[in-house]
């Protein structure tokens, strides 16, 4: 809590409907956010149930300066995840993160399945658990509509909510944030579903007096100035991440037909430059983000004779671009769009949905499964097939849709093509083919993505190749991304936010905290991160990597297994060597 | 004396920093309850942002007119000033303006008014909110 050594955690019960709320000041050492979280997690999962058991929690935090500094927007949901069986972690911007400070609570934790289709409204400190039936079964866009109209607190709530896909437990299912943000990716939407919860509204009316007026609002302006008036966040105002696409397809980085090429030769058509000029209509923010980072792309279509148009308005982002365009070999950004707003709707995760039905298209082509499975021609290129797929894999049409819905690694072991399931640890691939950082990063990161430690940029920031100094980078970058996200700053203003400004930051509404005692946070969540994933049976030296890694060059060229395979036991090795001082934190 | 005006709604992001700060600077307050501009949305997020502020009306101003102890009084250039100390929270200015840009504070029981300071202006990222010289 603002001005206060203390976490207020509200604790929900969905099988008896049992609400508690507790201030625990013994979380503080967490400082807020995932580390919180990881620390709630610890203490309420059960390893020995599977993912998708009622017991299982969901757990959502914010930090301590939430919604009070800019870009201090994210929230942070942790929860095992359905489609690793392991540490699943998803952050969301959107409103969520302010409305949860105005209600007053740092995290909430969600545990039991509810009897019948429910969502929860939190308003305080009235918590209820409500009929959901007439709205199951409605896409993302369309139950948020009802609950807006049906709900009160407009302006000052945050709708979260999931698609069919969630309610079918898809295993890589997201939650829609507020019409525009989610938490995409390791299957929360799945969690959610299986605890029957179709959506959580969350409405806050706390106010809070700041305590020296002056002194925050001073580091306030003085952060808002570097956000505005330098060039830290232009790139992600600008174009946005899409500027991406033909940065890493002049690398020889971007994965294309399911990662066969590493470049994709149509690149230009669907780069930032061509989303802006055919698609580009708007740009939203977060709460208290004067970035705007949010692009939105609006197409029409045709649906009937006599000139009847409908229009399409969706967000558009690098990962979208190259998970539904380049690894789909799609060329045409109104195609991308559409693509967008199947996953949109459905409420899955776009990473994960385009890495499928990459995987599926070459399994097809290679007759590891038939047209009798897939239902549909599916071809690189052929948005329509590809639309019709992702209603499909929603909707889990046929055993292997079902199968598919569990993610490409299960289907890679079912059906066989294991060594072109573009996954790591069970997560779909992200989109950089950049080399030894990026690939040892998803395999050591706490939650295989691309966020846990920016192997990318390791490898795009090194000349020459070193082991020891890129492990170092990925292990340095890993725990300093526990400190930032324990306060849910947005990543993008990673740069901006250093230590220093941090330190300020929460000096100024009275969280006297130093340099050591902020590395001493990000190690004590680090090592709890790697106790959880121990107690879940994870080991980064049993994850067995799909040949396509090594097969398709990065922009360093062929990758060697044995290579990775050093990188990896030293990575452990570091991690021992953590875990061991932790006692000591 | 210059008044706000919301000119160029189209171009809001919705990242309410003019809420943040016109609650901070005039309310020393973190919510953006306390603020006396609210953006709002029509229909969701994919809808179109609107600013909910004083219209600096000039002549005859409404919520002046019906307040019973001169609290309100008419500001140079346009909108009203608040002398809190003679305010006895009636609410009558609340329902008074047709705009529904008075807000009244359960807390201090005294309404929120907006006056014309500029601070969201400053804050606002994309020029939508402007001070003015009275139009």
Known sequence: ???????????????????????????????GGVGVATKLLEETMRPELPPLAPEQPIVLAIGSISGIYPLVTKTVAMFISPLTGELGESYAGGRLALTLSMVGYDAVVIQGHAPRPSYITINGENIEIKDARAIWGMDSDTVGQFIRDHESGSGKRSIIRIGPAGEKK????????????????????AVMGSKNVKAIVVTGDKTTKIQSPKDYFRVYQSIFKSVTETDLMSKYHDLGTPINVEAI???????????????????????????????????????????????????RRVFDEGYDYESVSVAYDYELIYALGTLLGISKTDEILYLIEAVEKTGLDAISTGVSLAWATESLMKGIVSEAETLLPLAFGDTTQYYKAIIYLANRENDFYNVLGEGTRAAGIKYGGEDFALQVAGNEIPGYHTGYGNLVGLNVGARHSHLCNAGYAVDQSIKVFDEDKAIDAL?????????????????????????????????????TLTDDDLTRIGQRIFATKLRIKEKLGFDPRQVELPKRFFETPTMHGKLDTSVVERMVEKYVKKCSILLKESVKL | MKVLKAMQMNRCIGCLSCMITCASVNQQDHSILKSAIRIKTSGGLSGKFIAIVCQACQGDVPCAEVCPTGALAKRQGGGVTLDKDNCDGCQRCVTACTVDAIYFDPETKKPIVCKHCGVCARFCPHGCLQLTEGV
């Open chain 1, 1 to 31: 809590m603002l001005y206060e050594n203390v976490i207020n955690v509200l604790y929900i019960d969905l099988a008896t409907s049992r609400i508690e709320i507790k201030r625990r000041s013994d979380l503080f050492e967490f400082l």
């Open chain 1, 249 to 299: 397809n002049e690398l020889g980085a971007l994965p294309t037909k399911n990662l066969t090429e590493n470049r994709f030769d149509r690149a230009d058509q669907i780069s930032g430059e061509a989303f802006v000029k055919n698609n580009l209509v708007r740009k939203m923010a977060c709460t208290g983000c004067p970035v705007g980072c949010i692009h939105i792309g609006q197409f």
């Open chain 1, 475 to 511: 292990f340095e970058e890993e725990l300093e991304r526990c400190v930032l996200n324990s306060l849910t700053i947005c990543l993008f203003a990673r740069k901006l936010y250093n230590r220093e400004t941090v330190l300020k930051a929460l000096k100024a509404v009275g969280y």
């Open chain 1, 170 to 189: 898809v295993h890589f299912a997201s939650v829609c944030v507020d019409t525009y943000r989610h938490f995409g990716r390791l299957g929360l939407g």
